[in-house]
């Protein structure tokens, strides 16, 4: 019943900002940590950014000060705010139960133009 569904990618310029969603369902994101992870071709997939139970969040080196994780408790969302988008953000962006093992949603394609 738990489901992960990744939404508001696409194909922006560089510079330019997108945020993500993910909405799950059968699990109440106020109550886990959450994490969203990238995959870019032919690279493993990365832990971007989490956040806890109690709100702090930790960022990947490659994306502090641009990105930023957050919750929308009435949606149960975990979303990405994604700023300052450069060519080495493509990727396919996934969100994550944290601690959870290999479960995911589709992902949602962000790609960013040279």
């Known amino acids: 019943q738990v489901q992960l569904v990744e939404s508001g990618g696409g194909l922006v310029q560089p510079g330019e900002s997108l945020r993500l969603s993910c909405a799950a369902s059968?699990?109440?994101?106020?109550?886990?940590?959450m994490d969203w992870y990238r995959q870019a071709p032919g690279k493993q997939r990365e832990l971007v950014a989490t956040?806890?139970?109690?709100?702090?969040?930790n960022y990947a080196d490659s994306v502090k000060g641009r990105f930023t994780i957050s919750r929308d408790y009435a949606k149960n969302t975990v979303d990405l705010q994604m700023n300052s988008l450069n060519a080495e953000d493509t990727a396919v962006y996934y969100c994550?139960?944290?601690?959870?093992?290999?479960?995911w949603g589709q992902g949602t394609q962000v790609t960013v133009s040279t």
């Open positions: 994550h139960i944290n601690n959870w093992g290999d479960f």
């Open positions: 059968g699990i109440m994101v106020a109550y886990r940590a």
């Open positions: 956040i806890t139970r109690f709100g702090t969040t």
